[in-house]
């Protein structure tokens, strides 16, 4: 069944929309996990990516928990 979007009410919007960038930062950092991996495994080749993947990766969740604990206090 589809919503439109309008039709929420405001707390709402802010709950789907805050959900949806924690499950796209948990995502990336997921993908930048398996490609560091990866690199490391040969599977692609190697120019430092491992360590630069791992700080994406630890960015994006450290960014989305600062997302996840904000949704109490829109």
Do not use: C, F, Y
């Not at 405001?10 to 490609?35: C, F, T």
């Not at 599977?43 to 969740?61: H, I, K, N, T």
């Amino acid at each position: 069944m589809l919503v439109d979007w309008n039709a929420l009410s405001e707390e709402l919007q802010l709950m789907v929309s805050r959900e949806a960038m924690r499950r796209a930062a948990e995502v990336i950092a997921d993908q930048a996990d398996e490609l560091a991996s990866e690199m490391e495994t040969g599977g692609l080749s190697d120019r430092g990516g491992p360590e630069a993947l791992r700080l994406l990766a630890a960015v994006v969740r450290s960014t989305g928990n600062e997302v996840q604990g904000a949704v109490g206090h829109a």
